[in-house]
Structure formats: structure tokens, C-alpha cells
């Protein structure tokens, strides 16, 4: 019988973004003074785990974050853009207000979480939040079956964090929910062929 992974899924440190509400998506933005900080304690708290593996998101806030964890093992960061966040078209860069100024048409969809709707594109095209969501529970199933036994230290985005959260839970995508994500923060998960377990959820270490 195959045994379950066990997947630490981590928030990035925070960001100038992230501390005035901006959405990222696919926007590189690096770390701020506080996320380097965040980064730094958390690879520190985290430094007792018996990790086997290490894989982040290929933008720089998870990056340098999965490398402050890598600093306390022998380990490389291996580095997979199917945990990116969510693309958000035009909407990157943008706070709340900034949407419903520019996107008066799309903003009441947005709020309302329409799992369907489509964002206007910006210098890449936007995802619904179901293609986010069908591409981050593959991509996590697909490190249960990679990693069968092991535990893997996962460096991601509150977009994927959130789809594993719905997932674990068995939540459709047409009922919202809020949850809150901090950066640097630990949510630990089960994953055995195409179960997704929740352990423990948010653990702020940093």
C-alpha cells in the first residue's frame, strides 16, 4: 500500500504588495525587509524538521523564502511554476479600489468569487479561479505520488494554499469562503493518490 506524503504548504514572506493589499499573481515582487525577516525565522524554525525534499514557485518572494529553509538542510530547492499564484490579468498591481475604478464591469464578479469569471488580460491573460484550482490540486496530488513516505517543505502562494484548504475540506468552488493565509506560515497536509488531508492548519512559525 502506497504511504501518504506529508506536505508542508508555506506562504512566501511578505512583500511591499502584500502590505498595501496589491494583488501579485504572476508579478515578480521580491521580499521586503519584513518578509526577509519572515523568511529567515521561519527556515530557523523549521531547521528541526526531517525534510526530504524542498520545491518552490519560480517567482522570487517564494524562491528566496524555500532558500532560507534550504539554508538549515542539505538540500536543493527544486523549482516548479505550477505552484504560482493565481495569474490576475489587468487586475496585477491593483488594490480593491484600484479595481473597481478601473474595472467597474468586472469588479462586482470579482467580489463575489465567481469560480467562472474571466479577468481582463493584462501582460498575461488571467485565470479563473477554477483553472487555479484544478492546477494546484494536480500539482500537489502529483508530489503524493512523486514523493510516497517523504516529507516535502512546499513554498507557494495564498492561491494555493487556499485551493489545498478547499480541496482537504471538500469545498466547492461555488461556495466562498474566507480564510486567512499570513505569510510564512505552515499548513500541514497529508496527500496519498488523489486524497488531499488536512493536519494542522496555519502554524505562524516566522
Not at 531547521?47 to 522570487?60: C, H, P, T, W
Not at 507557494?156 to 466547492?172: D, E, P
Not at 496519498?192 to 488536512?198: F, G, M, P, V
Given at each position: 500500500?502506497?504511504?501518504?506524503?506529508?506536505?508542508?504548504?508555506?506562504?512566501?514572506?511578505?512583500?511591499?504588495?502584500?502590505?498595501v493589499r496589491r494583488l501579485q499573481g504572476h508579478s515578480d515582487i521580491a521580499l521586503n525587509e519584513t518578509g526577509?525577516?519572515?523568511?529567515?525565522?521561519?527556515?530557523?524554525?523549521?531547521?528541526?524538521?526531517?525534510?526530504?525534499?524542498?520545491?518552490?514557485?519560480?517567482?522570487?518572494?517564494?524562491?528566496?523564502?524555500?532558500?532560507?529553509?534550504?539554508?538549515?538542510?542539505?538540500?536543493?530547492?527544486?523549482?516548479?511554476?505550477?505552484?504560482?499564484?493565481?495569474?490576475?490579468?489587468?487586475?496585477?498591481?491593483?488594490?480593491?479600489?484600484?479595481?473597481?475604478?478601473?474595472?467597474?464591469?468586472?469588479?462586482?464578479?470579482?467580489?463575489?468569487?465567481?469560480?467562472?469569471?474571466?479577468?481582463?488580460?493584462?501582460?498575461?491573460?488571467?485565470?479563473?479561479?477554477?483553472?487555479?484550482?484544478?492546477?494546484?490540486?494536480?500539482?500537489?496530488?502529483?508530489?503524493?505520488?512523486?514523493?510516497?513516505?517523504?516529507?516535502?517543505?512546499?513554498?507557494?502562494?495564498?492561491?494555493?494554499?487556499?485551493?489545498?484548504?478547499?480541496?482537504?475540506?471538500?469545498i466547492s468552488l461555488e461556495e466562498r469562503i474566507k480564510i486567512t493565509v499570513k505569510n510564512a506560515s505552515v499548513?500541514?497536509?497529508?496527500?496519498?493518490?488523489?486524497?488531499?488531508?488536512?493536519?494542522?492548519?496555519?502554524?505562524?512559525?516566522?
Amino acid at each position: 500500500m502506497r504511504e501518504a506524503a506529508e506536505i508542508l504548504i508555506i506562504r512566501h514572506g511578505e512583500t511591499d504588495w502584500n502590505a498595501v493589499r496589491r494583488l501579485q499573481g504572476h508579478s515578480d515582487i521580491a521580499l521586503n525587509e519584513t518578509g526577509l525577516e519572515q523568511a529567515r525565522l521561519l527556515g530557523k524554525a523549521l531547521s528541526e524538521e526531517n525534510l526530504d525534499v524542498i520545491i518552490s514557485s519560480d517567482l522570487l518572494r517564494a524562491l528566496r523564502t524555500a532558500e532560507a529553509v534550504a539554508k538549515w538542510h542539505n538540500l536543493p530547492v527544486l523549482v516548479d511554476s505550477s505552484f504560482r499564484e493565481r495569474s490576475y490579468g489587468a487586475f496585477e498591481g491593483l488594490d480593491r479600489d484600484g479595481i473597481r475604478r478601473h474595472f467597474p464591469c468586472s469588479y462586482p464578479a470579482w467580489l463575489a468569487v465567481d469560480p467562472d469569471h474571466v479577468l481582463p488580460a493584462g501582460q498575461r491573460p488571467a485565470e479563473t479561479i477554477r483553472s487555479l484550482y484544478e492546477r494546484a490540486t494536480r500539482a500537489i496530488r502529483g508530489l503524493g505520488a512523486q514523493y510516497p513516505g517523504k516529507k516535502v517543505a512546499l513554498v507557494t502562494h495564498y492561491g494555493i494554499v487556499k485551493s489545498a484548504y478547499r480541496a482537504a475540506k471538500n469545498i466547492s468552488l461555488e461556495e466562498r469562503i474566507k480564510i486567512t493565509v499570513k505569510n510564512a506560515s505552515v499548513n500541514r497536509f497529508l496527500v496519498c493518490w488523489d486524497k488531499i488531508e488536512l493536519l494542522e492548519w496555519e502554524s505562524q512559525l516566522a
